[in-house]
């Protein structure tokens, strides 16, 4: 399906300012090193190489960490294990992709539930706010 010319770049509803390119490039630097693949790694041993959703339950397969606090939004958080958690592809792509936020509490409750994360941790993953992100 083609995009029509009154829908591209700068007229698109999902237009950014133009800051996706930038923080695409960012991304790929980041996932490339050692401490994101530590970090993925360890994301998917505590999950048990299992999708998160409680209607899912996939064990491996095409599973990603995904983060909780969206990666673009939340630098601080990329690399904190609190901040994670296992989705298998298919779930990511039919309820999570475009409605992030709304998961978000729903994540936080599981990893409260299963002990990973304190009563502490849920309130101040709950609360935290959004870095700013500048365009250049």
């Known amino acids: 399906r083609k995009i029509g010319e009154a829908h591209k770049?700068?007229?698109?509803?999902?237009w950014k300012g133009g800051v996706s390119k930038k923080n695409n490039s960012e991304r790929k630097n980041i996932m490339a090193t050692f401490k994101y693949q530590s970090w993925r790694r360890e994301i998917f041993e505590r999950d048990d190489y299992t999708c998160q959703m409680h209607?899912?339950?996939?064990?491996?397969?095409?599973?990603?960490?995904?983060?909780?606090?969206?990666?673009?939004?939340?630098?601080?958080?990329?690399?904190?294990?609190?901040?994670?958690?296992v989705i298998c592809?298919?779930?990511?792509?039919?309820?999570?992709?475009?409605?992030?936020?709304?998961?978000e509490k729903y994540f936080l409750d599981i990893l409260k539930y299963r002990g990973i994360i304190t009563a502490i941790d849920y309130k101040t993953l709950t609360n935290y706010e959004k870095t700013k992100i500048r365009s250049t």
């Open 89 to 103: 592809e298919d779930c990511d792509c039919k309820k999570i992709v475009h409605r992030e936020k709304k998961w």
């Open 9 to 14: 770049g700068e007229k698109s509803t999902f």
């Open 55 to 85: 209607d899912c339950g996939k064990r491996g397969g095409k599973i990603r960490a995904h983060h909780i606090k969206k990666f673009a939004h939340y630098p601080e958080l990329r690399l904190d294990l609190r901040n994670g958690i």
